[in-house]
């Protein structure tokens, strides 16, 4: 049994905080959703018999939208509440920072907290801080950052200094300020290899039920949503992606056992219908996914479940399908990238594109919603080969896909585009560069950085792309518009769009506006 690391006389030693979501004013839906990593981190210290305060900013506050810097609007709690809301006393505060886009906005939360607690040790961890370690730490008055998968170094971090160690010298997968203001680091930090050991998330501690009770999901609303994770990392390498740099290249699966385990509790304890999958790629391994599946039928529960973020197709075929359709999923999406193979060579993404179609038709053949996603203005990427790819969307349409999403290409920090893109002096991490990233959200703001391509022709593609494809698919499948208009009308949906329309018109979710603060 665990000891209680802190007297809870004296109050709480730690604090986590989630800071408000941002997003670009123009943007078609704000997906505010809960912090799967944070409460993970907060399972840990739970387990380890450490006393913490949370405080998501978002969760505390989903109805709250306020304007913020460069037409932006940030959904939750503003900053100076989230700083009034910070127990005091607190020795440790943790600040969760997983997207590169919000980073000023991080830095200037951190800031404001280091003027109201100057004693306070200031960690930060997340993929944004993991991808670019050295200029977080810079730029900011954090004191200590934890890389990677961060549970087990933020325990051994905490355990520390409480325990009265201020040196924090040797913890693996950590990069701290020296007493110089020199910066110091240390090796990564072995992933866990037994995910089954990992404490749940501490969902307790959170507002939980703001999200739940509001209808606030990641994927397709079918019912009371909860997020969950069955894997950890992707065992490829494409040159655009960040994973590898925050969890390596090894995929990691739980058992299917201790999984439905975890499902089924959730359904006890907060009444739950649907699934979201917060997987990298949940489907690496055929023998894991149809064990899975296998273990929902035997146990008799009911639910469904889908995976918003995508999958591999390597181990899809009509058997799999089958299996996830008969277990309750009923929504997935592919990401191919490109419908050129030259493309998809440079950026080395290794996917059999034929294949992909193939597993579109298995799913569309038994009732899976799939969504695509596309991605334009690679650099040297040629008119032509975009051509191409919007070709493959519309082969993707007439094969069945419900959506899909052009993307344009972005370079995020950690991937190894992005590297080859600083070296030559194309990318400046810089609040410049972290703003040009709202175009993953925000069509209006398209950027090139394709010598060939310009912003405005980039933005064309896109919408060509998109438009073409709903024709194609409308055209091919007539029934779908009018099920749409019918799902949209009688408070259903089955379909991205039909979620991304209903959250536009303020029919599920969304927040009300607030005055600047």
């Known amino acids: 049994m665990s000891v209680p690391l802190h007297d809870p006389e004296a109050g709480v030693p730690v604090c986590l905080i989630r800071p408000p979501s941002q997003f670009p004013g123009s943007n078609m839906v704000a997906l505010l959703i809960p912090p799967l990593g944070l409460a993970y981190v907060g399972g840990a210290l739970a387990a380890a018999g450490v006393g913490f305060a949370v405080i998501d900013s978002v969760g ?10 460069n037409d932006t609007n940030l959904f939750g709690l503003a900053l100076e509440t989230v700083v009034d809301r910070i127990p005091q006393g607190v020795k440790i505060i943790g600040v969760s920072s997983s997207f590169s886009f919000d980073w000023p906005l991080c830095r200037t939360l951190v800031g404001m907290i280091r003027r109201r607690f100057p004693q306070a040790l200031l960690v930060a961890g997340g993929e944004h801080v993991t991808a670019l370690p050295e200029e977080s730490l810079r730029t900011s008055e954090l004191d200590m950052l934890v890389l990677g998968e961060g549970e087990a170094t933020f325990v051994e971090l905490v355990e520390r200094y409480l325990a009265g160690d201020r040196e924090l010298a040797g913890i693996a997968g950590t990069l701290k300020k020296g007493p110089g203001g020199e910066l110091v680091s240390t090796q990564r930090r072995l992933r866990l290899r037994q995910l089954d050991q990992l404490p749940r ?294 379909s991205r769009s039909e979620m991304v329309i209903r959250r536009r018109l303020g029919l599920l979710g969304g927040g009300r506006q607030a005055n600047r603060t």
């Open 60 to 69: 505390e506050a989903p109805d709250e939208r306020r304007p913020y810097d």
């Open 201 to 494: 998330p501490a969902w307790d501690r959170f507002p939980l039920r703001a999200y739940l009770d509001r209808n606030l999901t990641y994927g397709v609303f079918r019912g009371r949503s909860m997020p969950i994770l069955g894997s950890r990392g992707c065992p490829y390498q494409c040159a655009f992606c960040s994973s590898e740099n925050m969890w390596t290249t090894r995929w990691e699966p739980r058992s299917p056992k201790d999984l439905l385990r975890e499902i089924r509790d959730y359904q006890e304890e907060y009444d739950i219908q649907n699934f979201d999958f917060y997987d990298l790629t949940a489907i690496i391994k055929k023998r894991w996914i149809l064990e899975f599946c296998q273990e929902i039928l035997d146990s008799g529960l009911k639910f469904t479940w889908q995976l918003p973020t995508g999958t591999r197709v390597e181990a899809f075929d009509a058997e799999v399908a089958a299996k996830l359709f008969a277990s309750g999923c009923r929504n997935l999406a592919f990401s191919p990238e490109s419908g050129s193979q030259r493309v998809l060579d440079r950026i080395m993404k290794r996917v059999d594109i034929e294949h992909l179609l193939q597993a579109i038709r298995d799913c569309e053949k038994i009732g899976i919603n799939t969504k695509g996603n596309l991605v334009i203005g690679f650099p040297e990427e040629s008119r032509a080969e975009i051509r191409e790819t919007i070709r493959y969307g519309l082969r993707m349409a007439l094969a069945g896909a419900h959506d899909l999403t052009y993307w344009a290409f972005t370079p995020y920090p950690g991937s190894r585009l992005f590297r080859e893109l600083r070296e030559q002096g194309l990318v400046t991490p810089d609040d410049a560069y972290f703003d040009s990233l709202r175009s993953y959200a925000d069509t209006q703001s398209t950027r090139s950085l394709n010598g060939k391509i310009g912003d405005r022709e980039l933005r064309f593609y896109r919408r060509l792309g998109t438009l073409l494809f709903y024709l194609a698919s409308w055209a091919t499948h007539p029934s779908r518009p009018f099920r749409m208009v019918w799902n949209i009308v009688s408070g259903r949906e089955e």
